[in-house]
């Protein structure tokens, strides 16, 4: 059964920083483009990263650039997401979700084949 699960959320301040984790299982990751999308109340559901296959290439938003570090271990099937100088406009339902086949649209979430549950962010002022 393939699953993705991601961890490490939580309630934080502003100017925090937070590792979040998705682990797979099912399948391995090694031949997987991996992304984090996130979605805020009320909000459609938005791109935040993606990393490639070897974790050679990687992708931002331009919310997250400079702030934000996707990096994958294919070692243990997981990939990271390393956000710091948290903000409340971070405040969202962080998902992984694995691409088995790169068509180059990684900023949209049809691009993706599989999903996590998402680990919920919130940063107060």
């Known amino acids: 059964q393939v699953q993705l699960v991601e961890s490490g959320g939580g309630v934080v301040q502003a100017g925090d920083s937070l590792r979040l984790s998705c682990v797979a299982a099912?399948?391995?990751?090694?031949?997987?483009?991996m992304g984090w999308f996130r979605q805020a109340p009320g909000k459609e559901r938005e791109f935040v990263t993606r990393?490639?296959?070897?974790?050679?290439?990687?992708y931002y938003a331009d919310s997250a650039k400079g702030r934000i570090t996707i990096s994958r271990d294919n070692t243990k099937n997981t990939v990271y997401l390393q956000m710091n100088s948290l903000n409340p406009e971070d405040t969202a339902v962080y998902s992984c979700?694995?691409?088995?086949?790169?068509?180059?649209?990684?900023?949209?979430?049809?691009?993706?084949?599989?999903w996590g549950r998402g680990t919920q962010v919130t940063v107060s002022p």
């Open positions: 979700a694995a691409e088995l086949t790169f068509t180059g649209q990684y900023y949209s979430d049809e691009e993706y084949d599989y």
């Open positions: 099912g399948f391995t990751i090694s031949t997987s483009g």
């Open positions: 990393i490639s296959s070897t974790g050679h290439r990687t």
